[in-house]
């Protein structure tokens, strides 16, 4: 399962790619960030981060994207900008026919560290080890779409776990 | 000068447009919604909402575009979606060349009443009045759509007219 991660920005939209299984080693992809200049005009902006998601997912071809669900807090002028950059990665991966999960970065930082309140350097850390990297991918924004990428592969996999083992206690009732 | 007033909305986004310069009577061009179900997924309502506003800007034809500037209040849900749906219509004006402005509620309410906080059923009496329409239109989103457009009618042709009136001052002082 190849899944691509999205953590939203105008001035610097972090995107990494993962392959892998829960359960078996996880292989980096791909990581980076697409930026624009915060002296863009807003629609200037907007198509820097939809043809920069574009060429990504033409590159990568993910299996599904994971993007980071956004909340209303702090700077108000930055979660708006953050909020249509997430809208417009969920809009391309749609407009392919990609599944599109939201994760918020509670349940991310729990998937990867064990720990909801995990600071960003823990979550560098983690993915870092759990790609056997060299070094930690920078900026933060680069490690978090990874982190949102692996939270994905084991999430979804939890998932399907469970809806094996639902399947097969079904089976068993059945069978009684 | 014809323009395209945006109220954005994942559940009903208004779309309004109108011809006219400052000083002159205004004229409806067309005016409606893009509605999106509350239980489609994110992706397949912002495809919606892409595909709505797309399908206006190739009927309308507008000079310019006008969307509402969306904060963070109220319901934390309801903004993120307004923001998205937002920046959905800024990035479809944007890859068309067409010149995007954000205004303001308060400004938009100054702009069509004489008051920053005047109450919907002010601006709708208002919109129906200018336009000289045969009854108030709805829903709500399809009146604030029209406000959005009137002001940036009103707006704009103020600026064009400093921008005249300083660019005859400036003809004066090279004169002496």
């Known amino acids: 399962m190849r899944v691509m991660g999205v953590d939203p920005g105008l001035t610097r939209c972090g995107l990494g790619a993962v392959e892998g299984r829960p359960g078996t080693p996880l292989t980096l992809v791909g990581v980076g960030v697409v930026r624009t200049g915060a ?4 629609g200037a902006r907007l198509i820097g981060i939809e043809a920069g998601i574009e ?3 033409d590159d990568v071809r993910p299996d599904a994207v994971a993007v980071e669900r ?3 807090q702090h700077n108000v002028r930055t979660v708006m900008g953050t909020a249509q950059a997430a809208g417009i990665a969920v809009l391309c991966a749609a407009r392919r026919g990609l599944p599109v999960a939201l994760h ?3 349940e991310v930082k729990a998937a990867i560290t064990g720990s909801g309140t ?4 823990q979550i ?3 993915v870092t080890r759990l790609l056997r990297l060299p070094e930690m991918p920078k900026p933060a924004d680069a490690a978090d779409a990874l982190a949102l990428a692996i939270c994905h592969v084991w999430r979804g996999g939890a998932q399907s776990r469970l809806a094996e ?3 097969r206690a079904t089976r068993k009732d059945v069978r009684r």
């Open 104 to 106: 918020t970065p509670s």
């Open 124 to 126: 560098g850390a983690m």
């Open 70 to 72: 956004v909340f209303s």
């Open 39 to 42: 002296d863009e005009e807003l």
């Open 55 to 57: 060429q990504w997912l």
């Open 118 to 121: 995990a600071d960003k350097k």
């Open 165 to 167: 083992a639902l399947a």
